[in-house]
Structures are given as C-alpha cells and as structure tokens.
C-alpha cells in the first residue's frame, strides 16, 4: 500500500510545511516516508511544489512522475500538474483560487474552498492546513490523530495557533471524507 | 536515538559531526548548499569551525592544510565546484591525507543543470585529478545511508590515509527521509594515532613534512607504488554491494547505484506482477567496483541491463567484470531527467524479445 | 677557549641550499629562522611551502612543513591555522605564485584576518621556471615572455602588494622590506620580527614584502644585481610599514576638497 501526492501551490502558502508534517506524521505511525521539494530557481519565489510518499514498504523512487493524488493550492499548480495524475487518481482543488473545473474525467475530484474556510475560521494563514486535511480525509494516508499530535508538538508553545490549526485541519477533513464516500480509493 | 526526519545534505553534516569532523571549508554551489548551511550554524556550536572559502579551488586546499595537522575535516561541493577542487584533491592524495569529500552530482557538462545526474561516475573513480590516485567513492541511496557512510568514511580515510567521497545526486541532497543517529557507533576500522601530521616540532624528533614532491624519479615510483598497494588492499578488504532477488533465478540483471537503484527496486516489483524475472546488484563503494560479485551475478542472468543518470559510465566497469560473458545493455537518462520504473520495465521486456535475444547472442 | 660569536640558528637545517649564487632567498630563510627561534616559537611553528624556487623550502627549516600547490599557500595556512589555532603558521611565497595564480588567495586570507603570517619574496621575476614575466616585473624589465621588456600597455603596471592588501579594512599588519644590504637586512628582520610578534600574539594577519635579487634571471653578477634592485626597484616598491593593526581608516576626500 502506497500513498503519494505532488502538493503545489504558490511560495508562501505553506505547501512544502504541511508536505513535511504528512512525512512526519506518517513516519511516527510507522511508514516509510520520503519527501521531495522541487529545487533551484524555480524554488526562489513563484510557485513550490513537494512529493510526499508513504509506503508500507522502503520508498522506491521519492520523484513519482505519475502520483497517485495532486493538491493544487493555484490555478498555475493545476495547470501544471492536473496531466500528470494518474487514471482514478485524487484531484484535490483549491477552488478559493482556482475559477476553473478540472478537464480530467477520469480522476476523483475533492473540492476545498481553503482559504474561504480559513478566513471564516479567522485563520487566514491556515488555508494549507484545511487543504491538509482535505486530502487526510480523502485518503487516510495517515490517521487525523497522528496530525493533530503533530501539530500540538509542533507549535507546543503557542496553544492558540494549536488549537485554530486543528480546527481547520478538521474542517478540511470533514470536507474530504464527505466527498469520498461510497468511492473507491485509488 | 529516535528517528528524525531530515533532509539529506543536513543528515551528512550532522553525522561528519557526529564522526568528530569540527572543521569544514566550502564554497556555495547548488544543489548542497545545505551542507554549508548546516554546518556553518552547528559547527559553532560545538567549538567547531566553518570557513566559507573564496573558491572550491582555495577550499580544497584548505582541506588539505587542515588535514596535514592530523584533524578531521569535510567539504561538500556538486560537479562544477569538484572540477575545481580537482586540484586540491590530487595533492591530498599524493600527500596521503585523510579528507572527507561529498560531491551531490548535478548534471553537466560544464555549467550543465542543478537538477540530479551521475555524470562525474568516471571522474571520481578514476582518479578525477592528475596522477595515478583514486578516491575510495561511496555511493549511498538513502538519507540514512548517506548518514552512516559519512560515518564510516572518517573511518576509512583516517585507516588508508586517502581521500574519501560520498558520491550522491541531487536527491540524495534534497530529499527528507526518517534517519538514525547512532552516537555509541564504534569506528568501523582500527585507527593509529596519526604521527605523521605536521603539529609542530618537538625537541630532536625529524620534521614532518606533508607532501607530494619527489624530484627523484626512483622514489616517485616507489611512492606511487605504495599508492597502488593501498588501492588493491582497498579492492581486497572494503568492497560494499548489496544484492536483490539474486537468490531466486532470473534472467536479467540490473545493475544501478545510487537513489536510481531505488527507482530499480520498484521495477523489479512490477517486473515480479508482470512475471518476468529480473534481479539487482547494487554497488555501494564504487571504487574499489565490486567486479566479482557483479560477475557472479551476471552469470545467473541471460542479460544485464545496467541503469544510469548518465550518457553510460558505470557500464564500462560492468563489461569488465562480465567479460564478455554475457551482453551487457544500458539505460540511462541526462540532464537531470530521471529514470522511472515504467521506463525500466519497458527496458527489460525490450530486452527479453526474441529478435534481441537473438541478436545478444548471434 | 674559543667563543662562537655566529652561528646555525637551530631552525635552519644544516644541509646546502640549491639556491643560485646570489640569490636572497638563504638570507630571507635565514631572518625567518633566526625570528622564529629568538621568538621560541619554533617547535609549534608550521611553514608552508609554495611553488617557486622555494619549493624546497621544507628541506631548509626544521620546523613541521607543508607543501602547498601553485598559489594556495594562504589557503593551506588558514586550514593549518583553523585546524590547529595553537599553532604559528606561516607560508614563504614568491611573487608568481602569491601575486599571479594566487590573488585570490591571498586578498582573502588577509580579508578574513587569518592570523597567519606570511612572507612574500618579490624578485620581480618567475625563477623556477626560468625567468618568464612576473606581476611584479619592472617596465620595461626583459623576462622570456616579454623579450623586448615589460609593455605597460599589454602588461599593465607591476603590481604592488603591500600597498593593495593595505587597502583591506580587516586589521593586518604589512610592510616592504629588502635584503639587498646588509643594513637593509637588518631593518628587513626587525619587520619579520614584528610580523611573527603580531601572530604569536594572536593579532592579526601579517605580511612582510621582501624585495629580493635574482641574478640568473635577471642576467647580472650579484653584485649588479643588487644595484639594479637599488635603482629600479626601490623607487617603484618603497619600503616601510604600510597598515598596522589599528591604523583601519581611509576615509576618502570630499569631491573637490583637497587632501
């Protein structure tokens, strides 16, 4: 059983730190992780994107060509990385900034109003962490509780950014199992 | 220890620490900057120090200088900045220094890519600089492996008195994997105290003098032939491989070092799916090659495909250990392209088709 | 009872020099060894090598030595002397090696106040190799790869090293001195002295620039030679201390202002 996703969005949105909190997150409940950021010019500025991969086996390749699901924070990361999905893969969209409907008919889409959702939970730094656990709720690649464990370690000296991280966290999740149901995961 | 998860390039500066390397001189160049970066903020910290040098030129001599007092001593670059350390490294092992080098290989040539390649394969294995020398090179494929390599590699360039590189790509360098610290480590080889460094003097005892000049045709010979006794006792006594499937029959072998090893194993779970039979040996010190054990594995196989970030490199250490024995293809990509295991598959059943068997073996 | 009113200073090695007759570089060999025992340094004290007619130089100290490559002498200093603070380093360079291949070295070891020292042999030709046209050659001077002498406007001017490390902000000490007679020497020591002092003490990064002869590439009998350096060399690399610790600040005129 494998788990891998490519997570894009602008520098800045936070792609590459919930990326690593997944690799951690599924490392503490015993997989195997690798994460990847994309590097070089491309990485000053624009937009960032990372391969996550959890395994319950040792990681082949941490570059997938072809993953298994694709968080795109920004209508450019969907442009860019909507091809690459694999058939029946997961297609989660930021439709807070993305105005246009994936073209892929052959992929599972979960819509995430991320940033509508953080700015109502007044947490506007928090649209990443909803996007997070929309894809958590999508695929369980690794339990919700594992997350939130990492989060009240994470920011362990600021109770507040713990508790409106987990809350949109939450939201996120809600969002993704509810799209899910009833739906084979790849 | 618990496992972290960190990105490789600081995985391999924390463990040069861990290995008791305080010193390290370096010059920016991506994709390493990290190492750098790492220990210019950890080396303080323990009473270490970190000079960001003016050019890999002046780091590699650097290296050299602290190496001559008997300390231990790192520097990391990626392709271009190791052509210009060239110099340094072939003084430091015609003066039989212990240095650690990494080079996190992007591709080239010349200004190239930033982007993971294994394009320096021949210049770090057969010597890189002027003079008959050579580098004992290792090759991890993973975080933790490039952790525990750097550890030994302190070990077996304090024990051979050589240079010692941790050859890796771009992956290895960039990527966050779970990773083990082992601070009870003991050391892998059995060290001396270094008496030959040059610490200052003391009373009558004669000069020690760290060097690479011989005017004297006759004792340059005999320096170079000592060189050569210790590269064979390296052939002999460090040659690292791992193998995979090779216990089972196959009837092709795959031959890939590095993370393009790793893309190898996931084939060789499809190629298991699809019922085709394939086995992998995959060499970690890639000086000395691991030639026996190579052919061994060879023998079992009706072809051997060897995989590469490169235009073809390795391959020609895998035709010398085959010896004709059995034909040898390759598959590479370049440019910082990588290898998929789609692409390797598609190799391997191009490979197994009867016109190209029989063209193998016409 | 005979008393020994000169000797072999303990640093030099008892052992004959290949240097040409009349060449400076025993003189300079010898201050440095007198300095480095009179300081009692010498049994901490690593020298580095460099390449150049003082490639040997190891062969002439019995201090710990290491051999550098062509110009990265202040490299192989700041590695010796950041491995081991402990330590006196000092790397012996001619003008080829240290103002040619190793510019960059050099301006940033200083620049990073590398508490080394370093001395700096300008004979105003490469010798090794057999007199080819150095940075510090004079105009007008003939060398083999300026057969009709330096053309300032091919070559550009000598180089003056004192003078450019001078303008570095990082604390140093650096001075010019010569070895052409036996007065000059004298003052020429008492520079190298202050240079090893400033080390021993843990200041800061010291120069000393010795103009020195080079009678075979230079086609004279030493005793010309030394007069040719009197005459052509003095006037272009004047002699002194040029930058002591503490004495930073250059502050530039106003435009229009005068000095």
């Not at chain 2, 600089?129 to 290792?138: A, E, I, N, T």
């Not at chain 2, 193998?243 to 190898?264: H, K, N, W």
């Not at chain 3, 790397?91 to 200083?110: K, N, P, R, T, W």
């Not at chain 3, 350096?229 to 502050?251: C, S, V």
Request: overall charge negative; hydrophobic content about 40%; aromatic content about 6%.
């Amino acid at each position: 059983m494998q788990n891998d996703v490519i997570m894009a969005g602008f520098g800045g949105q936070g792609v590459l730190l919930i990326g690593k909190m997944l690799a951690y997150a599924g490392m503490h409940a015993g997989k195997e992780v690798s994460w990847m950021p994309s590097y070089g010019p491309e990485m000053r500025g624009g937009t960032a994107n990372c391969t996550v991969v959890i395994s319950d086996r040792p990681v082949g390749s941490p570059v997938i060509q072809c993953p298994r699901a694709v968080l795109a924070m920004n209508l450019p990361s969907l442009d860019k990385f909507e091809s690459a999905l694999k058939p029946g893969g997961l297609l989660l969209v930021n439709t807070s900034l993305i105005n246009r409907e994936p073209k892929r008919s052959d992929v599972r889409v979960v819509k995430v109003p991320a940033n509508d959702i953080a700015n109502e939970l007044k947490n506007p730094k928090g649209a990443n962490m909803v996007a997070l656990g929309a894809y958590l709720g999508a695929t369980e690649a690794v339990p919700l509780e594992e997350m939130e464990k990492l989060i009240r370690e994470t920011f362990a000296s600021k109770p507040a950014v713990v508790e409106s991280n987990i809350q949109a966290l939450r939201r996120g999740y809600e969002l993704g199992r509810a799209q899910s149901q009833g739906e084979d995961l790849p | 220890m618990a496992k972290k998860l960190m990105k490789g390039s600081e995985a391999i500066g924390e463990a040069a620490i861990q290995a008791g390397c305080k010193l390290f001189f370096g010059y920016p160049i991506t994709p390493q900057n990290e190492i750098p970066e790492y220990m210019s903020h950890r080396l303080p910290q323990i009473g270490g120090t970190f000079v960001q040098a003016e050019s890999e030129v002046a780091a590699s001599n650097m290296i050299y200088g602290a190496a001559g007092s008997g300390e231990r001593v790192f520097t990391s670059s990626s392709s271009p900045g190791i052509s210009l350390m060239q110099e340094g490294i072939s003084y430091i092992a015609g003066s039989e220094l212990p240095v650690v080098l990494v080079n996190i290989m992007r591709a080239g040539p010349g200004l190239g890519g930033i982007l993971p390649s294994q394009a320096d394969y021949f210049q770090a294995t057969k010597g890189g600089g002027h003079g008959d020398y050579r580098l004992l090179v290792l090759a991890p494929w993973s975080v933790q492996e490039a952790a525990d390599l750097i550890q030994d590699a302190f070990d077996l360039a304090d024990f051979y008195r050589n240079p010692v590189m941790i050859l890796g790509d771009g992956l290895i360098g960039q990527m966050m994997e779970p990773v083990e610290f082992h601070p009870d480590r003991k050391p892998c080889k059995e060290l001396k105290p270094k008496e030959w460094a040059a610490t200052g003097c003391k009373g009558d005892r004669p000069t020690n003098i760290i060097n690479s000049l011989f005017l004297d045709p006759a004792a340059l010979e005999r320096h170079n032939h000592k060189l050569q006794a210790k590269y064979e006792a390296m052939a002999r006594d460090e040659i690292r491989c791992a193998e995979y499937g090779t216990e089972e029959p196959y009837d092709v072998l795959i031959v890939a070092y590095g993370t393009v090893a790793r893309v190898c194993v996931t084939a060789l779970e499809d190629l298991k799916e699809a019922g085709i039979r394939a086995a992998m040996v995959r060499p970690i010190t890639l000086f000395p090659f691991p030639y026996a054990q190579v052919r061994a594995a060879s023998e079992k196989a009706k072809a051997v495909l060897v995989v590469e970030l490169s235009c073809g490199q390795m391959v020609e250490d895998v035709r010398l250990a085959v010896e004709g024995t059995r034909p040898v293809h390759f598959y590479g990509r370049q440019g910082g392209m990588l290898v998929t295991p789609e692409e390797v598959v598609d190799e391997i059943r191009r490979l197994l088709t009867v016109p190209q068997l029989e063209a193998d073996h016409a | 009872m005979l008393e020994t009113v000169f000797c072999r200073t303990p640093a030099l090695a008892d052992v004959t020099t290949h240097y040409c007759p009349g060449c400076t570089h025993g003189v300079i060999h010898r201050l440095v060894a007198e300095v480095v025992d009179e300081l009692g340094l010498r049994e901490r004290t690593i020298g580095i090598a460099p390449v150049g007619c003082s490639v040997l130089a190891y062969n002439y100290f019995t201090t710990d030595f290491q051999e550098a490559s062509h110009g990265r002498a202040p490299a192989v200093a700041t590695g010796v002397k950041r491995a081991r603070p402990d330590l006196i380093v000092f790397s012996y360079q001619g003008d080829g090696d240290l103002a040619s291949i190793g510019m960059g070295e050099i301006v940033h070891c200083a620049n990073r106040g590398e508490k080394i020292t370093v001395i700096f042999v300008n004979n105003a030709i490469y010798g090794m190799t057999g007199g080819q046209m150095a940075p510090t050659t004079m105009p007008g001077q003939i060398a083999t790869t300026c057969p009709l002498g330096r053309d300032v406007e091919l070559a550009g001017y000598p180089i003056r090293v004192a003078e450019l490390l001078s303008t570095l902000r990082t604390p140093a000490f650096i001075a010019r001195a010569s070895v052409h007679t036996p007065l000059y020497t004298v003052k020429a020591k008492e520079m190298i002295r202050r240079a090893f002092r400033h080390q021993a003490d843990n200041r800061c990064f010291s120069l000393v620039e010795v103009l020195s002869t080079c009678p075979t590439n230079w086609g004279l009998p030493p005793a010309e030679a030394t007069s040719w350096l009197e005459e052509n060399m003095l006037p272009y690399y004047p002699l002194g201390i040029f930058k002591e610790p503490g004495g930073e600040d250059r502050a530039p005129s106003p435009l229009g202002e005068k000095r």
